[in-house]
């Protein structure tokens, strides 16, 4: 979970919780996954500036950027682009949209603007378990320090599926079961 600097404020807490045990669960990546058209603005803008000391980077994807009205797709497009430039190092950059849980299942979000947001909690353990919930919680205007909005989320886990190599496996056989080679025949 990212700490607060100086003179921000916590707008949004809350705690992901195992929905069986009532535990907190560390490592959850929480995201804003909707958000008030200033908030997917002020996201949007912090991209650009960072893109634009990468030339390579401005070329490619300031187009879908720049000079674009908001609509209910653009944050999802400005997480798309976060996504790629963190899988592939290209920008290391403070992300507004998410974070994770730390060891209690707290979480937090700071300074954001007014305004109805719906955060998503996610929750991956390879091949253990897996789950997700999503929660809504409206943001106050306020310029107080301890005012902020609280949104606790449970999650339900599921057992994840076999793992990776027993599918790969399991599919290459079928397959060969299902379509055997056939022999040549030279006439």
């Given at each position: 979970m990212a700490f607060p600097s100086i003179g921000q404020r916590v707008a949004i807490a809350g705690t992901v919780t195992n929905a069986a045990t009532g535990d907190g669960l560390p490592q959850v990546l929480v995201r804003i996954t909707q958000a008030p058209p200033l908030f997917t603005q002020r996201?949007?803008?912090?991209?650009?500036?960072?893109i634009a000391e990468r030339p390579?980077?401005?070329?490619r994807y300031d187009h879908l950027l720049g000079n674009r009205p908001v609509t209910l797709d653009s944050l999802k497009t400005a997480q798309i682009i976060l996504d790629t430039f963190e899988r592939h190092h290209?920008?290391?950059?403070?992300?507004l949209d998410q974070t994770y849980?730390?060891?209690d299942g707290h979480y937090c979000f700071f300074d954001l603007d007014p305004g109805e947001?719906?955060?998503?909690?996610t929750c991956t353990i390879p091949n253990?378990?897996?789950?997700?919930?999503?929660?809504?919680?409206?943001?106050?205007q306020s310029h107080q320090r301890l005012a902020f909005s609280e949104l606790d989320l449970a999650l339900s886990l599921r057992p994840s599926s076999?793992?990776?190599p027993a599918q790969m496996e399991e599919a290459n056989t079928s397959s060969y079961r299902?379509?055997?080679?056939?022999?040549?025949v030279s006439r």
């Amino acid at each position: 979970m990212a700490f607060p600097s100086i003179g921000q404020r916590v707008a949004i807490a809350g705690t992901v919780t195992n929905a069986a045990t009532g535990d907190g669960l560390p490592q959850v990546l929480v995201r804003i996954t909707q958000a008030p058209p200033l908030f997917t603005q002020r996201l949007m803008t912090l991209i650009q500036a960072h893109i634009a000391e990468r030339p390579d980077l401005a070329r490619r994807y300031d187009h879908l950027l720049g000079n674009r009205p908001v609509t209910l797709d653009s944050l999802k497009t400005a997480q798309i682009i976060l996504d790629t430039f963190e899988r592939h190092h290209w920008l290391q950059v403070d992300r507004l949209d998410q974070t994770y849980t730390g060891g209690d299942g707290h979480y937090c979000f700071f300074d954001l603007d007014p305004g109805e947001y719906h955060l998503t909690a996610t929750c991956t353990i390879p091949n253990q378990c897996h789950g997700s919930t999503l929660g809504r919680v409206q943001v106050q205007q306020s310029h107080q320090r301890l005012a902020f909005s609280e949104l606790d989320l449970a999650l339900s886990l599921r057992p994840s599926s076999l793992s990776i190599p027993a599918q790969m496996e399991e599919a290459n056989t079928s397959s060969y079961r299902l379509n055997p080679p056939q022999p040549l025949v030279s006439r």
